[in-house]
């Protein structure tokens, strides 16, 4: 099967170890080998074009090929390509980052700490809320509550944040002192009739169970991203997120936002809890902070916590946490730029215009016999695939219709990304309206065909 692969196809199959890939499947498949990208597009090594329907990983928002990012990268690298931030040393990039960071910060935070992914933000986080704990003197408050089908990243302390059943298996997660309460999906998790006023309160109550159940003198916050995006782009039922937080407040539990995928405009706001009412007390961000060009991760934290951070490291020496490459010059050059970028062109009333066009295109496929949901909000869209609509039953995984209907729509010039059976929609914030109509024909073409593929068994 690897005669028909490309050279370079081959030698990766050889050398190189794949993130969240079946390995054996790789070598038989091999890899899609892109070379350059323009736009919305980007086009393997034969010249092909795709239109990418999920910003690579929910990332590249202004597009590929941007020049004013590649300069920016280039004049910082001629000025001060690396230095780091530890032992009270600067520079300009990371200062005039955390400075534009707080300044659109959805509600007023203190200070802005610098990271490279989504997962060591998210790591860093857990073990803030410990240190901030242990400076108030509750070493007891420790615990992190989380969701099923969160997605928060893969490190050891991400990864069990994250809610998902193959984050866990055979990695021996998640640590101790993280739990999962319930998954705000109204079409799976509701019950016959329930509104979705009356689930989200369900669900908050649920929440407060876990925490008076635990003690809430142990729990220290609650997770969320505004849309959960990894576990099938699962937007809220409406008041969750008041209602959550009305139990947090009561029980003196943190809320943190992780805003990896819905910060930057995603979902017609500039972040996420500003569409969905979140007052977060931390918030994560990376992935559209640099437009994917380079690696770089906030957290925002609140004034009271840097209070503790602050008394804590005044009491034992140091603040003893950070990265090599925390706030690297190069990497928050570009986040500038493309948050300056950003606010010259009007992204996000960019996404607000055309937004509309994908979310009614993506609900035309309602009808469709293998459609089972359709939802979204902003530039961010999920449809999931069932074996039977009116029971709303699912496809044996072992089937993989999810992933066979990304690989139609790849045939057809579009890469998605399927989660299980729901497939992702997730273009860079640029895209226009006719290019929304070509993503959804292309994708009707893939449905159409997985459709055939399903009932031929
Ligand atoms: C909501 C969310 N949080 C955290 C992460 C982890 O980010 P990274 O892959 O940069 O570690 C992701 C990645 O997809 C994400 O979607």
């Known amino acids: 099967m690897t005669e028909s692969l490309s050279p370079a196809a081959r030698q990766d199959i050889a050398s190189h170890l794949h993130p969240y890939t079946n390995l054996a499947r790789h070598e038989e498949v091999g890899p899609l080998v892109l070379t350059h990208g323009k736009g919305i597009y980007v086009y393997d090594e034969r010249g092909t074009e795709y239109i990418e329907g999920l910003a690579g990983l929910w990332c590249a928002s202004l597009g590929f090929g941007e020049e ?234 609140s004034e009271a916590i840097y209070e503790g951070l602050r008394e804590e490291s005044r009491k034992i020496g140091m603040f003893s946490h950070g990265f090599t490459q925390s706030g690297n010059p190069t990497c928050a050059a570009v986040a500038v730029k493309t948050m300056e970028l950003m606010e010259r062109r009007n992204v996000v009333e960019h996404v607000r215009e055309v937004a509309p066009r994908l979310q009614e295109g993506l609900r035309r496929f309602a009808d469709h016999p293998l459609v089972g949901e359709v939802r979204g909000v902003g530039l961010i869209g999920g449809i999931e695939l069932v074996a039977d609509k009116a029971s709303r039953k699912p496809f044996d995984p072992t089937q993989r219709v999810g992933a066979y209907c990304a690989e139609r729509a790849q045939a057809h010039g579009l890469i998605l990304r399927p989660m299980l059976d729901t497939i992702g929609f997730c273009p860079p914030l640029i895209i226009e309206g006719g290019q929304i109509d070509a993503l959804l024909e292309r994708f009707g073409e893939a449905l159409n065909e997985t459709h055939a593929w399903v009932r031929k068994g």
């Open 68 to 301: 004013e990012l590649v300069s920016a990268a280039l004049e910082q690298m001629r000025k001060l390509p690396f230095y780091h931030t530890f032992s009270h040393k600067s520079h300009p990039p990371a200062i005039e980052l955390a400075e534009r960071l707080k300044a659109v910060a959805p509600v007023p935070m203190s200070k802005v700490f610098l990271a490279n992914s989504g997962s060591e933000a998210n790591d860093t986080v857990v073990k803030l809320l410990w240190y901030y704990n242990n400076s108030r003197g509750r070493p007891e408050k420790k615990k992190i509550i989380s969701r099923i089908k969160a997605y928060h990243g893969v490190t050891v302390a991400a990864a069990s944040l994250t809610g998902l059943p193959l984050n866990h298996r055979d990695f021996d997660l998640p640590i101790a002192r993280i739990l999962h309460t319930d998954c705000p999906h109204h079409y799976r998790f509701a019950q016959p009739g329930e509104s979705e006023e009356d689930f989200a309160t369900r669900l908050a109550a649920s929440l407060e169970q876990l925490i008076l159940a635990e003690g809430a003198d142990t729990v220290a916050a609650f997770i969320a991203e505004p849309i959960m995006g990894a576990g099938g782009v699962i937007v809220p039922p409406r008041t969750y997120f008041e209602k959550v937080q009305a139990v947090l407040r009561r029980h003196d539990v943190l809320m943190v936002a992780d805003e990896v995928i819905c910060g930057f405009g995603r979902t017609g706001n500039f972040w996420g809890s500003q569409t969905f009412g979140i007052r977060p007390d931390i918030l994560t961000c990376s992935k559209a902070l640099t437009s994917g060009y380079l690696p770089m991760a906030a957290v925002l934290i």
